[in-house]
C-alpha cells in the first residue's frame, strides 16, 4: 500500500529532504480485536507537524501519521462482533487507552497513563490502509461526507472538549485565541450551544480575523488588542506562550483559560516573565489544559455535527502533498478551515 512514511523527525521547511516519504508498504495484519479500515481521508493536524518535526515524539520510527481517519471496514478480527466489512467509521486520536484505571473508570480515558495515540504510539492514516480497535472505531453519521468527516475526529472533538471545559453558560462571553482548524469549529459549536454569548476572536493573520467574523464572530482582533467586553472563558488554540499572556488580562474575576496545546513552542516562552499576578491571575482566574479526547467526546462531536450544528470548512489535498499540508500549517499563511488529505476514493 501507498503511505507517508516518518522515518526520521525532520523540519518541514527543510531544503534537502521534506520528513514524510512516500513509500511502499505491507498492508497491516489485523489482530483479534481489530479492524482493518481503508482509508479515504485522513485530516492534518497540527500535532501531525509537531510528530514529522519531532517535538512530540514517536516511541519507534518508522511511523505513519494521521489521526482524523475515515474509510471503510475492509477486513474484521475473529473477536470483532460491533463492526463488519463495508462499514464506515472514523479513527481519532485515542488509539486505545487501558480501561481499569482512575481516570478510565471515571470516564477520563483521555487522562490514562497507559493512552496510546493514532499516528504516533501506533500507524496512523496517512496511508491507504491502517489498523484500528474495533472499538476504538467510531461509526459516521449518514449525513456526513467523508471529506467533512475527518477534521472532526481531532479538531471537532477537541474543541467540543475544550469548549465542555470552560464551563460556560449560555450569555457568557467567550474569547478564541487563534484560528486554524480548531478555533473555526469551536466558534460554530459554541454559536450552536451557547447562541447569547458574545465571542471574540484574537488571530495575527488579518485572513483569519475576516473569516471569524464571517463565521459570526462578534469580534475579532489581533492577538495584543484588547476585546469590547471582559470575557468569562477563552480557549486557547495556538503553540505560543504570548496569547496566553495577553488572554489572561481580558479574563474576568473567576474566569477561566482553557489551553488546547499538547506543547507550547519554546521560542517565545520569555513572554511568560511578564505574568503579573494582579493583572494575570488575581480574582480567582483559572488556567486549564486540554489533554486528548475520550471516545465520548468523539462520538457527541460526530452527532452534534450530524444534527446540523457543525460544518467544517475543509480544503483538500491528495495523499502524497502530505508534506506541503504541513509545512504550510507551519507557515503563517492563512489556512481557512481545515486541511484534509484525500486517500483513496
Ligand atoms: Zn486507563
Ligand atoms: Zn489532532
Not at 499572556?245 to 513552542?265: T, W
Not at 519554546?266 to 480567582?284: C, F, G, K, N, P
Request: charged share 25%; with cysteine.
Amino acid at each position: 500500500m501507498r503511505a507517508m512514511l516518518l522515518r526520521q523527525p525532520r523540519p518541514t521547511t527543510s531544503e534537502e529532504m521534506s520528513p514524510l516519504e512516500l513509500s511502499d508498504v505491507p498492508v497491516p495484519e489485523v489482530n483479534e480485536n481489530e479492524v482493518l479500515v481503508r482509508v479515504s481521508a485522513c485530516g492534518v493536524c497540527r500535532t501531525d507537524l509537531d510528530v514529522a518535526e519531532g517535538r512530540v515524539e514517536a516511541p519507534r520510527y518508522p511511523v505513519i501519521p494521521g489521526h482524523q481517519v475515515v474509510g471503510r471496514v475492509a477486513a474484521v478480527g475473529r473477536g470483532v462482533t460491533q463492526r463488519r466489512e463495508g462499514d464506515r467509521v472514523g479513527i481519532a486520536w485515542i488509539h486505545s487507552a487501558c480501561g481499569v484505571c482512575r481516570w478510565c473508570t471515571r470516564g477520563e480515558e483521555n487522562l490514562c497513563p497507559y493512552f496510546e495515540s493514532t499516528g504516533c504510539d501506533a500507524n496512523g492514516g496517512y496511508a491507504e490502509f491502517v489498523t484500528a480497535r474495533a472499538d476504538f472505531t467510531y461509526p459516521i453519521p449518514p449525513a456526513l461526507s467523508d471529506l467533512e468527516t475527518a477534521p472532526l475526529l481531532c479538531a471537532g472533538a477537541i474543541g467540543w472538549r475544550s469548549l465542555r471545559l470552560t464551563g460556560l453558560e449560555d450569555g457568557d462571553p467567550l474569547g478564541l485565541t487563534g484560528f486554524g482548524a480548531s478555533g473555526h469549529l469551536v466558534l460554530q459549536l459554541a454559536r450552536s450551544r451557547f447562541p447569547r454569548s458574545p465571542i471574540s476572536v484574537f488571530a495575527r493573520s488579518p485572513g483569519e480575523r475576516a473569516f471569524a467574523l464571517e463565521l459570526g464572530a462578534t469580534w475579532a482582533g489581533d492577538t495584543a488588542d484588547a476585546p469590547p467586553t471582559q470575557l468569562a472563558a477563552i480557549i486557547d488554540t495556538t503553540p505560543a506562550w504570548k496569547p496566553v499572556v495577553e488572554s489572561l488580562a481580558h479574563l474576568m474575576p473567576g474566569g477561566r483559560l482553557v489551553v488546547n496545546a499538547i506543547r507550547k513552542s519554546r521560542s517565545d516562552q520569555h513572554e511568560l516573565e511578564r505574568l503579573d499576578y494582579a493583572t494575570h491571575l488575581w480574582m480567582e482566574r483559572e488556567v486549564k489544559s486540554v489533554a486528548n479526547v475520550t471516545r465520548a467526546d468523539v462520538r457527541a462531536t460526530l452527532e452534534f455535527a450530524a444534527d446540523g450544528g457543525l460544518r467544517p470548512t475543509v480544503e483538500t489535498m491528495p495523499l502524497e502533498r502530505a508534506n506541503d499540508a504541513l509545512a504550510r500549517l507551519g507557515s503563517s499563511s492563512a489556512i481557512r478551515g481545515a486541511t484534509v488529505l484525500a486517500v483513496s476514493s
